[in-house]
T-cell receptor, first 113, second 109 residues
């Protein structure tokens, strides 16, 4: 079974802190994604990566950056956390074949106070 | 305009009812489509893939209409356990996987 693991289930951070959210997948998937999910807005794509060291902006990249130094790991970085970044963050991965589905981690509920 | 749009609902139906969800997508270059199910406070999980020829899995039927750029999901004989949010998903060109905002379904006894 594909496993996508996010480093934390719940996280509370202070405004202005630098926050790292880590995601690891064990199926050698080329593509990895970070989404945030908010009530009424669904999943919105923040960043994605189609290869090591490659990254592309999604629909809402402002305030975020990412890092993919190894194929299995995709990190989301909040350079200076703000209260409007309080959300559920979901990492996903899939193969490079566009006809395949994405698999999700369990999510990280981030609260910025 | 959002790339993938769904009616947010909620749909409130009695057990045994048939319910249908539709979803539209704006990018005609989208390659493949899926329906995911998401339970409260859980991550989304694949329900089924969607093909132009239609795809049936037990009580669930998914259909793709490329000409009209919409995707449908039909649930027959609804069960209480079908209560969830259903997400429409498109894999577009450029490696992106785009989700609709989801449709909430409540099945009542």
């Amino acid at each position: 079974d594909v496993k996508v693991t996010q480093s934390s289930r719940y996280l509370v951070k202070r405004t202005g802190e630098k926050v790292f959210l880590e995601c690891v997948q064990d199926m050698d998937h080329e593509n990895m994604f970070w989404y945030r999910q908010d009530p009424g807005l669904g999943l919105r794509l923040i960043y994605f990566s189609y290869d090591v060291k490659m990254k592309e902006k999604g629909d809402i990249p402002e305030g975020y950056s990412v890092s993919r130094e190894k194929k299995e790991r995709f990190s989301l970085i909040l350079e200076s956390a703000s209260t409007n970044q309080t959300s559920m963050y979901l990492c996903a991965s899939r193969t490079g074949d566009l006809n395949t589905e994405a698999f999700f981690g369990q999510g990280t509920r981030l609260t910025v106070v | 305009r959002k790339e993938v749009e769904q009616d947010p609902g909620p749909f409130n139906v009695p057990e045994g009812a048939t319910v249908a969800f539709n979803c539209t997508y704006s990018n005609s270059a989208s390659q493949s489509f899926f329906w995911y199910r998401q339970d409260c406070r859980k991550e989304p999980k694949l329900l089924m893939s969607v093909y132009s020829s239609g795809n049936e899995d037990g009580r669930f039927t998914a259909q793709l209409n490329r000409a009209s750029q919409y995707i449908s999901l039909l649930i027959r004989d609804s069960k209480l356990s079908d209560s969830a949010t259903y997400l429409c998903v498109a894999n577009t060109g450029g490696f992106k996987t785009i989700f609709g905002a989801g449709t909430r379904l409540f099945v009542k006894a």
